[in-house]
């Protein structure tokens, strides 16, 4: 596998972009041999540099250009394992451009208005690093493009759509309405709406409902604006949880209780990781029930289910129920699942 951090030619950048969420740069670089796109975390954000080629520009080798790994440099692919064998020119920054995956986990190059490049959110698994439209057999963690009448090509499109209607400003103001309207419908008009003010990408509120004499439902608004990154590698399901919600019944909420929330609300798109059922929130706080366990069951709690919500004319909402307990019952969450420690907690 390519080793990106042994990188030892000095490429020349042909294109750089931070992602809309802050977290990752895609980059295009040309080191005289080949070229290549490169997805990487920014900062102390997690995650690890993927990379797929694109082209070369040199004659390729006949076989897999391990040497080439070995000293640190980027592979030439094969000469079999693509269309230009003798190479190809190089390209020009302003004729490409980048398109993120709305995870912002994944990034697509296009040169001319198509697809050449992609680095998928499920990359980096399996030898996988990404796809190329000129390799025409796998050869470096590069894969050729799946057949045209492919899902593949769809999600491509859906991503250049997300964007576009994202770019219009009424857009966010009108999901967050629609949400909040049909949280209403179940547990009454909201008192409080809390917008995360350090982030751009993703628009997240928490929404404060009634519900205890000394409680209340702090329900996200946004987490369902977007799919949710780390889903596709992490479960089979993915279509139920792609766009989620998280509902928390906090029976002693303290003052900073909607920006914890909101910090669960963010974090998916920080940590490149997903929030359901059968997950665990650790606040690193240590007084009070400021972590959190992850269920389906609202039966539990006797807390209602939000009604059935389509978003972008596909994608049903999942409700997560997002139940505080303390930093004592964290183990039991993670050993025997996070159904039993609401149990335990709470004395069901």
Known sequence: MLQISDRVAEPTLLLEELSPYGTRAATLEDDGRSIYLYLSPVDDYPGQTRAVWVRNLLPGPAETDSAAMREGRAPLLRSDAVNHPEGRDGLRGEDCDLVWFQEGSGVSLYFQGEPLAILPPWSGADGLQGYARDCLIADAGTLPFPPGDSSFFERLEENLRFWTERSKPEHWAAYRDRLLANYET??????????????????????????????????????????????????????????????CPVRLPFSSTPGLVGRMAVYPWIGDTWIGPGHTFESGMRS???????????????VRRPAELIVDERYLVH?????PISSEYLAAARTRGPDHAIRKYYGL
């Not at 389906?296 to 709690?301: R, V």
């Not at 409700?319 to 139940?323: A, D, M, P, Q």
């Open 186 to 247: 179940v547990y009454g008009k909201h008192r409080a709406y809390y917008a995360l003010q350090d982030r751009r990408y993703p628009p997240i509120g928490i929404a404060e409902f009634a519900y205890l004499e000394d409680g209340a439902i702090y329900a996200t608004v946004g987490m369902s604006y977007q799919h949710m990154p780390g889903v596709e590698r992490q479960t089979h399901d993915v279509e139920r949880y792609l766009r989620s919600e998280l509902i």
């Open 319 to 323: 409700w997560t129920l997002g139940v």
């Open 288 to 302: 009070g029930e400021a972590d959190f366990a992850f269920t389906d069951d609202f039966d539990l709690l006797a």
